[in-house]
């Protein structure tokens, strides 16, 4: 039996885990986390102090989501990350800690089957397509950009190679913001409007064509569950980081 605390379990996508937990016969969920709650641990480290779990799983916000992190581990909790908002260099100091603790850290921009195959099928076109940039899709309401799933798209991407350089950005005439952030070498450029939850593209070029290989997230929580229970149950036994769900994947 794993023994879960879900942190962020009032949230959207944290209360459809919470629940999927409680309905598996693997699963136990110890303790939930929520500052809205009172029913709820107002920290994850008076979580983890009160009840013995095994994992973590992290839907916060991105303000929060590094110091969850944190305190699981130095509990020796191993931590299932579906927040965004850290960058590359949060991650190799998360990897860093977990080795030192002997614990596993999982984490994915998106925890969706669909998603997962996104970051498989990029990184399979980069090896062929020298050119590509990311576009981010996310509602208004979205204050961290890029979104977890936009980063994490590239620096996979920067993985492969880097992409085939137009004009150099300090050359660019007029706004260089235009030409979006640069991530692991790609250009991400990030659009924040009503209507949309998260949806990521890839956009790869060469002389005379462009393939574009899109991920849309719907208004449903469902899609992250099962990926998110996948990597509670690959947890045990892991040690240091193991970033995005493709990775759990045959």
């Known amino acids: 039996?794993?023994?879960?605390?879900?942190?962020?379990?009032?949230?959207?996508?944290?209360?459809?885990?919470?629940?999927?937990?409680?309905?598996?016969?693997?699963?136990?969920?110890?303790?939930?986390?929520?500052?809205?709650?009172?029913?709820?641990?107002?920290?994850?480290?008076?979580?983890?102090?009160?009840?013995?779990?095994?994992?973590?799983?992290?839907y916060t916000h991105a303000t929060a989501v590094r110091g969850n992190v944190l305190a699981a581990i130095?509990?020796?909790?191993?931590?299932?990350?579906?927040?965004?908002?850290?960058?590359?260099?949060?991650?190799?100091?998360?990897?860093?800690?977990?080795?030192?603790?002997?614990?596993?850290?999982?984490?994915?921009g998106n925890f969706s089957l669909t998603a997962a195959l996104l970051l498989r099928f990029s990184s399979e076109a980069a090896q062929h397509l020298g050119a590509w940039e990311v576009i981010d899709y996310a509602s208004a309401a979205k204050s961290d950009a890029p979104s977890g799933t936009a980063r994490e798209l590239a620096e996979r991407l920067g993985e492969v190679r880097r992409p085939a350089e137009g004009t150099p950005l300090d050359e660019v005439v007029g706004a260089q913001g235009a030409r979006g952030a640069t991530v692991a070498g790609t250009q991400v450029h990030?659009?924040?409007?009503?209507?949309?939850?998260?949806?990521?593209?890839?956009?790869?070029?060469?002389?005379?064509?462009?393939?574009?290989?899109?991920?849309?997230?719907?208004?449903?929580?469902?899609?992250?569950?099962?990926?998110?229970?996948?990597?509670i149950r690959a947890l045990p036994g892991r040690v240091g980081l193991t970033r995005g769900l493709d990775q759990l994947l045959g």
């Open 190 to 231: 990030s659009l924040r409007l009503p209507s949309f939850t998260v949806s990521t593209e890839a956009v790869f070029a060469a002389e005379g064509e462009r393939l574009s290989i899109r991920h849309d997230a719907g208004e449903s929580a469902a899609p992250y569950v099962a990926g998110t229970l996948l990597a």
């Open 74 to 108: 130095e509990h020796r909790v191993g931590v299932v990350i579906g927040s965004s908002g850290m960058s590359a260099a949060d991650y190799d100091e998360i990897d860093g800690l977990a080795r030192e603790a002997g614990v596993g850290v999982i984490a994915a």
């Open 1 to 58: 039996m794993i023994r879960v605390c879900v942190a962020g379990v009032t949230g959207w996508t944290g209360s459809a885990v919470a629940r999927a937990v409680e309905a598996a016969a693997d699963l136990e969920f110890v303790a939930g986390v929520s500052r809205s709650d009172p029913s709820s641990f107002s920290s994850v480290s008076a979580a983890l102090e009160a009840a013995a779990a095994d994992v973590l799983v992290e």
